[in-house]
């Protein structure tokens, strides 16, 4: 979550207007979440997946070494 409060309620140090700018960016869910259940968790796991066939290649030596 980002959340920006607006930078007259900070300079008032206005609690109850900071508490409304905080509530606008404020997502309610039913049960918590973890990573896996969003959509940067979905865009991980591909990248794992990736990343494991990757090892595999290499540890499988598949992979050639380029000249620098």
């Known amino acids: ?3 920006v ?3 007259r309620a900070v300079a008032r140090g206005n609690a109850a207007e900071q508490a409304r ?8 869910y039913e049960a918590a979440r973890a ?7 979905e865009e ?8 494991e066939r ?3 290649a290499y540890e499988d ?8």
């Open 5 to 7: 409060i607006g930078s």
């Open 54 to 56: 990757l090892i595999r």
């Open 44 to 51: 991980l796991a591909r990248e794992i997946v990736i990343l």
């Open 35 to 41: 990573v896996g259940d969003t959509e940067k968790g």
């Open 21 to 28: 700018a905080l509530a606008r960016d404020v997502e309610v």
């Open 1 to 3: 979550m980002h959340c």
């Open 61 to 68: 030596g598949a992979l050639l070494e380029q000249a620098r």
